[in-house]
């Protein structure tokens, strides 16, 4: 049954192939090693943005050399996943991880202060990561994310599969709650996390429709390619 409900998660996102995944207690994750990776680093960076922002919602994107940072972070894992794909050189699903979980750190930097700008009724327009000391703590978070989910997650089991599978929704239902909020009945409408419910419901309904249409594109694609 496990087994089941995670190929239907991440058919209509990912490939699949075993040999590009990773499994815990015998269980294939949902997605191959590099989507897992930037899953996880993607909430396990907006995680800790929230963490250090402690309240203040602020709505700016970070310092330009944490920009720059992101930047070389999303260009190592195309440069990963594109010249292995053209057959230049092989990869290892180590380096898929490595390289996604970076680029899921990166790509949190600009959906942040997005949501914050967006939910927060009482948000500020001072720069995340703006002291040294947060940037600082955000960048050495990333080895310290890509170990924890490279050898000691794995000792989980199906806790693991069933933590990628809820980074997934957490990721798309964040992503969708960009778009929600741009409905006049939620923007910049919060105070507390609870005023976010209703719209955190909604853009985790959305991402289930999501995702149910992925898997209905992917099979319908399957099925043209065997027909021709």
Same mark, same amino acid.
């Not at 195309?78 to 380096?95: F, K, M, P, Q």
């Not at 989980?156 to 741009?182: D, E, P, R, S, W």
């Not at 409905?183 to 209703?198: I, S, T, Y």
């Given at each position: 049954?496990?087994?089941?409900?995670?190929?239907?998660?991440?058919?209509?996102?990912? @490939?699949?192939?075993?040999?590009?995944?990773?499994?815990?207690?015998? @269980?294939?994750?949902?997605?191959?090693?590099?989507?897992?990776?930037?899953?996880?680093?993607?909430?396990?960076?907006?995680?800790?943005?929230?963490?250090?922002?402690?309240?203040?919602?602020?709505?700016?994107?970070?310092?330009?050399?944490?920009?720059?940072?992101?930047?070389?972070?999303?260009?190592?894992?195309?440069?990963?996943?594109?010249?292995?794909?053209?057959?230049?050189?092989?990869?290892?699903?180590?380096?898929?991880?490595?390289?996604?979980?970076?680029?899921?750190?990166?790509?949190?930097?600009?959906?942040?202060?997005?949501?914050?700008?967006?939910?927060?009724?009482?948000?500020?327009?001072?720069?995340?990561?703006?002291?040294?000391?947060?940037?600082?703590?955000?960048?050495?978070?990333?080895?310290?994310?890509?170990?924890?989910?490279?050898?000691?997650?794995?000792?989980?089991?199906?806790?693991?599969?069933?933590?990628?599978?809820?980074?997934?929704?957490?990721?798309?239902?964040?992503?969708?709650?960009?778009?929600?909020?741009?409905?006049?009945?939620?923007?910049?409408?919060?105070?507390?996390?609870?005023?976010?419910?209703?719209?955190?419901?909604?853009?985790?309904?959305?991402?289930?429709?999501?995702?149910?249409?992925?898997?209905?594109?992917?099979?319908?694609?399957?099925?043209?390619?065997?027909?021709?």
């Amino acid at each position: 049954m496990l087994d089941v409900a995670m190929k239907w998660l991440g058919f209509g996102l990912c @490939h699949q192939l075993p040999e590009r995944s990773l499994f815990a207690a015998g @269980h294939q994750l949902p997605v191959c090693a590099r989507d897992t990776g930037l899953y996880l680093g993607f909430m396990a960076s907006l995680a800790l943005i929230a963490l250090l922002e402690r309240g203040r919602r602020r709505s700016e994107m970070p310092p330009a050399w944490v920009a720059a940072i992101g930047f070389l972070l999303l260009a190592a894992m195309a440069w990963d996943g594109i010249t292995s794909y053209a057959g230049l050189r092989e990869t290892t699903n180590l380096l898929r991880m490595a390289t996604g979980i970076g680029a899921g750190f990166a790509l949190a930097l600009v959906v942040a202060p997005i949501l914050n700008a967006q939910l927060w009724r009482g948000g500020s327009t001072g720069r995340i990561l703006a002291a040294p000391w947060e940037a600082l703590l955000w960048v050495l978070s990333i080895p310290a994310t890509f170990a924890l989910a490279w050898w000691i997650l794995p000792a989980l089991g199906t806790g693991y599969v069933l933590l990628a599978a809820a980074c997934i929704l957490a990721t798309f239902t964040c992503v969708n709650l960009v778009i929600v909020a741009l409905v006049p009945r939620f923007e910049r409408g919060a105070d507390r996390l609870r005023d976010l419910v209703p719209a955190i419901l909604i853009a985790l309904a959305v991402t289930l429709v999501e995702l149910a249409l992925a898997d209905v594109v992917r099979l319908a694609l399957l099925r043209l390619v065997a027909r021709g």
